[in-house]
């Protein structure tokens, strides 16, 4: 990768800069940032430079650290001292804390489905709907952004603020890990299916079947992002 490719996500964000100016908060210069990173624009292990940042979006110096202050606490990004501010690479611990929490807050979610009203039902199935619409239309990365929408779903059907707030965090989280990945066809065309399965389980009244399945997802998932970061780390 030449050094005008690899800082073509600078220059993208210098255009995007629109609305923002030396008055605004840190907390539109991070939601800025974190789409950037989000989408895979600022790949997870980059280093931000500080000068080039600030220059190409035109804020203060004291702004842009609160931006990344917010975004360490996410932990999108992190500071490491004398070196400077990375995009964070998750680990395989990261990993497995991270489906240690998705079990309990998904699976304890998706018992509330005979309880809950139409539309949280059929914004799980429209999610899944959505990701088949992508794979007919080989658009993997459609399918990846339809799986967050349907774990999003899931969630939502707890109905609480609170547990949707964090299962956005917690996603965006291992965003980063698809992202050392790589290959999104590879990582997603399986879990579709699964997917699939859940609802259909749900739509049949066989909601513990259907937390089984939730569960069966969350271990091939896990493992397989476990393995794939190891073999990123060889």
Not at 39 to 59: F, S, V, Y
Not at 168 to 197: C, I, K, P
Request: glycine share 6%.
């Amino acid at each position: 990768m030449t050094t005008a490719q690899a800082d073509g996500w600078l220059n993208a964000l210098a255009r995007d800069r629109d609305g923002l100016d030396r008055s605004s908060t840190a907390e539109r210069v991070a939601d800025k940032l974190r789409a950037r990173v989000l989408d895979g624009d600022i790949e997870p292990g980059r280093q931000l430079n500080e000068k080039a940042l600030g220059e190409a979006l035109r804020i203060s110096r004291n702004t842009l650290r609160e931006a990344f202050r917010l975004l360490t606490h996410e932990r999108l990004l992190v500071h490491e001292y004398s070196k400077g501010v990375f995009v964070r690479r998750p680990d395989v611990t990261d990993v497995v804390d991270l489906y240690a929490a998705r079990r309990v807050i998904e699976c304890g979610a998706v018992r509330r489905w005979p309880d809950v009203d139409e539309d949280a039902r059929r914004a799980v199935r429209e999610a899944v709907t959505l990701g088949l619409a992508c794979r007919e239309r080989d658009d993997w990365t459609g399918v990846g952004t339809a799986n967050v929408k349907f774990h999003q779903a899931v969630t939502a059907l707890a109905g609480s603020a609170r547990l949707d707030e964090e299962m956005e965090r917690l996603l965006a989280e291992l965003r980063l890990a698809f992202h050392v990945m790589g290959d999104h066809e590879e990582f997603y065309r399986d879990y579709l299916t699964l997917n699939q399965s859940i609802v259909d389980r749900l739509d049949a009244g066989e909601v513990r079947q259907a937390e089984e399945a939730l569960l069966t997802y969350f271990d091939r998932a896990e493992n397989h992002l476990v393995t794939g970061l190891q073999a990123a780390e060889r």
